[in-house]
Every structure is written in structure tokens, then in C-alpha cells.
């Protein structure tokens, strides 16, 4: 990938750490969404699947933190990639990549962060991009308590994809399509980019809380993930029970980096954030 001109504020640079063979994977966008589904699904690929951290996302217009997990700084918006173990029926496992941020990137980065990630996919022939999405619902009326809500079993999930071919392999078949509504941030361009240049992007919504990190919703597009996509199964059990931990964690870290942002001080946490 070109480096960006110096005197672009807005320019975007991926730096990888390790070179690691990711062609056919399938790409994760992690960046936040309503009620945290992106990012909490990606942390928790990276979690259950031991992946390791191959690159960075590097931009001026990006936040000016470092999260610290275990004393070591981490990157605002980093790269893993891994696998599910092999199946048993001796089948080759997935290659899964993950993008993730705990942070939303600025309006004005979103365009060349997003033509960046696509860029890189489709130089390392990654298989197809999937945006895990949430699609905000309102509590019912007179609902009070923030795990209140839509029973699991009754949250839909939404599909859309970039091309004809994807959307009759993996939408159609599986997933209620999207059909009217507006798709906005990194996943929006994502699909309009994918569109143009003929590239499989999916987004799967999930219908989530937007007031609060919604684990419940991610476990649903995990469940998503695995059957419309994966040969190795993932168990969403461990996201549907440490939940509420997943969703106190990630509004930690955003709360600690905003104090920070405004140049508050922020509190250190004992509590070790969910990778």
C-alpha cells in the first residue's frame, strides 16, 4: 500500500507487525457500532480463538490514547488474525481477520479508513469483508432496566451484501434482507466501496440496544457468523454469559479514553479489559 502524503491529515497507513498468509480469510470490521455489536464480536473471535496481532491502522485523525492491557500499550485500531481449531471431520479450518477498535473514528477519516481496509483485503486475497452490525430498537414501553428488551430468542438479524453473487449464496438463503433503511460509518462505505469494485461485502444487523454495549446482539451475529459462513463451529454460550462483564468492560475503556480525550484524568481500572 502507498504511504499516505505527508501533509495529508486524514491519510491512512496499515503497518504489519507479522506476515502472516491470509488469503481466502474472511475479514472482520470491528469498529463500533450501535450497542458495541462490531466491536464486541471481534474482541470475542480474537478471545476464543487465541489470535495473534499481525498489524496496526495508523492516521493523524485517529485518537491520541494508548490502551494499556497488561502493561504493554496497545494501538487504537489494531489487526489479529487466527483460526477456529480443526474440525474433526478433518476438514481445513477458517482464516479469520479481525480489525478492531474500542474508538469511532472521526467523519472525516471514515472514507480513507475504509477504502485503506479494502485495499489491504483484497491485496492479501482475503475471501469476503463482514460488517457485524447493530440495528437500533427501541425499549419497550415502561422498560427501565438496560437487560431488558427483545427476548434472545425474538432478535432478528438482517442481512445486506455488495454483490448479486453474494447476496444469493450467503443472504437470500439464510438471513431476512435488508431492504429499506440507511447503513451509516465504516460499514456504509464498506458496502458502497464493495459494490464498485465487485468485492464481497456483508453487513449481518443485529437488532441491539443502542444506549448500551449489547453482548446479547453480538452473540446473536456470532450465531450468524457460524452458520452462514464458517465449516468450524464457534459455541456462542461463553458471549451470552459473560455478557453484562463484556458490555462494563468496553463502556470502561471508552469512558477512560473520553476523560482522557477532553484531558480529564481518568481512573485506572483493576478490573482486566476483555482482549
Not at 63 to 76: E, I, S
Not at 101 to 118: G, M, Y
Not at 178 to 186: H, S
Request: proline letters at 9%.
Amino acid at each position: 500500500m502507498r504511504d499516505p502524503l505527508p501533509t495529508d491529515p486524514n491519510g491512512v497507513r496499515i503497518y504489519e507487525i507479522k506476515r502472516v498468509d491470509v488469503e481466502g480469510a474472511i475479514v472482520i470490521d470491528g469498529f463500533p457500532s450501535v450497542g458495541l455489536v462490531s466491536s464486541i464480536v471481534a474482541n470475542y473471535l480474537i478471545d476464543t480463538l487465541e489470535m495473534e496481532q499481525i498489524g496496526i491502522v495508523e492516521s493523524p485523525a485517529f485518537p491520541t490514547v494508548a490502551l494499556v492491557r497488561g502493561g504493554v500499550p496497545q494501538h487504537p485500531v489494531r489487526i489479529y488474525a487466527g483460526s477456529p481449531p480443526p474440525a474433526r471431520t478433518g476438514r481445513v479450518s477458517d482464516k479469520i481477520v479481525a480489525f478492531v477498535s474500542e474508538f469511532h473514528p472521526a467523519p472525516n477519516v471514515i472514507h480513507p479508513l475504509a477504502h485503506a481496509i479494502l485495499d489491504w483485503v483484497q491485496e492479501q486475497r482475503c475471501a469476503l469483508l463482514v460488517s457485524p452490525e447493530g440495528l437500533s430498537v427501541e425499549k419497550p414501553t415502561g422498560e427501565t432496566s438496560r437487560h431488558r428488551g427483545p427476548r434472545l430468542q425474538d432478535v432478528k438479524v438482517y442481512g445486506i451484501a455488495s454483490t448479486n453473487r453474494a447476496r444469493d449464496l450467503y443472504i437470500e438463503p439464510n438471513l431476512l434482507p435488508f431492504q429499506e433503511g440507511v447503513i451509516t460509518g465504516i460499514a456504509g462505505v464498506l458496502l458502497n466501496e464493495g459494490r464498485r469494485r465487485g468485492f464481497d461485502v456483508l453487513t449481518f444487523l443485529a437488532e441491539a440496544q443502542a444506549d448500551y454495549p449489547d453482548a446479547r446482539a453480538a452473540a446473536k451475529v456470532i450465531e450468524t457468523i457460524n452458520r452462514v459462513l464458517l465449516r468450524t463451529p464457534l459455541d456462542p454460550e461463553p458471549l451470552y454469559h459473560e455478557a453484562e462483564r463484556i458490555e462494563q468492560q468496553l463502556l470502561t475503556i471508552q469512558k477512560h479514553a473520553q476523560d482522557r480525550a477532553r484531558g480529564e484524568r481518568a481512573v485506572p481500572s483493576a478490573a482486566p479489559m476483555y482482549r
